[in-house]
């Protein structure tokens, strides 16, 4: 399997810009999420869906921030307009949900550097 | 509600010495409790999870933890460092109060190995 699929790996833009960050699923998985990981803030949990559906994403730090999952077997971030704070590296995760123990698989990241 | 701490965001230690992680939990359930690395540049790889039963585990790469329901601990070990260990080492609870079993991750710790 060739586990949580990633695009870009990097992306910089400038502010303003709208940003898309894209994601594929092991598989399989029913459970998908998204997490930022800085300096300041360590990682964290931005939102998730199961079965295609957000459950919670009480972690999007604002409006500016959108998430889907149209299918299972992609999900999109999307920053509208994206500021220099919105600078991070964000991982994808997917798992099998239903079992509390399962684990979750993470994505190489996309490192977002915005100007 | 399920919470992770993790004592010491730096720890250092001579290539062939003891390696100990701490991780202390907070959970009104019996917790599914997990240990992820993460290297340079890369995303989040499980080493090792608790679920029940045999309270030592082990991982990968030579690391083992033990779940202390009295202390409240999920402490993760090596007994040799090696060079390659050189990572950031995040410790996480399944959080099952909400039913969602998303996972609930302590602000993680960075190994420093020196030769």
């Known amino acids: 399997d060739a586990g949580v699929i990633q695009s870009p790996r990097h992306e910089v833009t400038e502010m303003g810009q709208e940003v898309t960050l894209r994601c594929k699923p092991i598989?399989?998985?029913?459970?998908l999420f998204w997490y930022r990981q800085t300096m300041m803030r360590g990682l964290e949990l931005l939102i998730y869906?199961?079965?295609?559906?957000?459950?919670?994403d009480s972690g999007m730090p604002e409006d500016r921030f959108s998430a889907k999952m149209p299918n299972a077997s992609f999900s999109t971030l999307k920053i509208q307009p994206s500021e220099p704070r919105d600078s991070a590296v964000y991982f994808c995760a997917s798992r099998i949900t239903g079992v509390p123990y399962n684990e979750q698989f993470f994505g190489p990241g996309t490192r977002l550097t915005v100007l | 509600a399920q919470s992770v701490t993790q004592l010491g965001s730096h720890v250092s230690v001579s290539e062939g010495a003891l390696v100990l992680l701490r991780c202390n939990y907070s959970?009104?359930?019996?917790?599914?409790l997990f240990w992820y690395v993460q290297y340079p540049n890369q995303g989040l790889q499980l080493l090792l999870k608790y679920t029940t039963g045999a309270t030592l585990v082990k991982g990968i790469n030579g690391f083992e933890a033990e779940f202390k329901k009295s202390e409240t601990s999920f402490h993760l070990t090596k007994p040799s460092a090696h060079m390659s260990d050189a990572a950031e080492y995040f410790c996480?609870?399944?959080?099952?109060?909400?039913?969602?079993?998303?996972?609930?991750f302590g602000t993680g710790t960075r190994l420093k190995v020196l030769a």
């Open positions: 869906f199961n079965n295609n559906v957000p459950i919670d």
């Open positions: 996480a609870v399944s959080d099952q109060g909400s039913g969602t079993y998303k996972y609930i």
């Open positions: 598989s399989g998985h029913n459970s």
């Open positions: 959970s009104s359930v019996p917790p599914y």
